[in-house]
Each structure stands twice: as C-alpha cells, then as structure tokens.
C-alpha cells in the first residue's frame, strides 16, 4: 500500500521561502508521476506541479513558474517542492498525490494516492 506523508508547511511573511517533503512508501515508483496540489478555502483543489519520477522531468502551473521548484530523491523515497517569493494567494492546504500510470494530468480524481497535507500560510 503506498503511503505519502508531507511535512515542511508552516507561517511565513510574503516573499519568503519554504520547503516541502513528501516521503512515500510502499512501492517502488519508477513509473510513477508525483505531483503536488494545494486547496484553499472554499476553492477546488488545484494541481501546482508534478515529476516524473524515472526522468525527472518536472511540470508546473503557470502561476508558480519561476518561483516553485519540484524534485525528487530517488534514494529517500521522497518529493520536495521549494517555494520561494511566497505570495499571500499561495496559502492552502498543499497535498503530495501519486499516480502509477506516469502521465501528467492535472486532475485530482485521477490520482490514487494522497498524503494527509500540510498548511501553508504566507502573510501579507
């Protein structure tokens, strides 16, 4: 069974910078794509960016272009998302999903898998 667990949320001012993990368990993820996606209240769950987890090859929502960065480590098991020049905007709840058929989607239905999140707040 996989199991995702992020960590790294947390209160910070605009413009500063956080970190997040997702350390994932329970298989081996060669032909997964991992993806990140933040909900905010009262608004739909959105898709930020996504790794394929064999090549590497990062995707990102235009409005974090420039400003997130996706990796992952093979030899931890884990996702990482760096946020620099957090806006106020970015604030959600930010959730780590997996899908086994390694295709870029930006749909939350499709993912199988999801961690419990973690809250982000950026303060004006």
């Known amino acids: 069974q996989v199991q995702l667990a992020e960590s790294g949320g947390g209160l910070v001012q605009a413009g500063g910078s956080l970190r997040l993990s997702c350390a994932a368990s329970?298989?081996?993820?060669?032909?997964?794509?991992m993806a990140w996606f933040r909900q905010a209240p009262g608004k739909e769950r959105q898709w930020v960016a996504a790794?394929?987890?064999?090549?590497?090859?990062?995707y990102y929502v235009d409005s974090v272009k420039g400003r997130f960065t996706i990796s992952r480590d093979t030899a931890e098991n884990t996702v990482y998302l760096q946020m620099n020049s957090l806006k106020p905007e970015d604030t959600a709840v930010y959730y780590c999903a997996a899908d086994p058929r390694g295709i870029l989607n930006p749909y939350a239905h499709d993912y199988d898998y999801w961690g419990q999140g973690t809250q982000v707040t950026v303060s004006s």
């Open positions: 790794i394929k987890w064999s090549s590497a090859t990062t």
């Open positions: 329970g298989r081996t993820f060669t032909t997964y794509i």
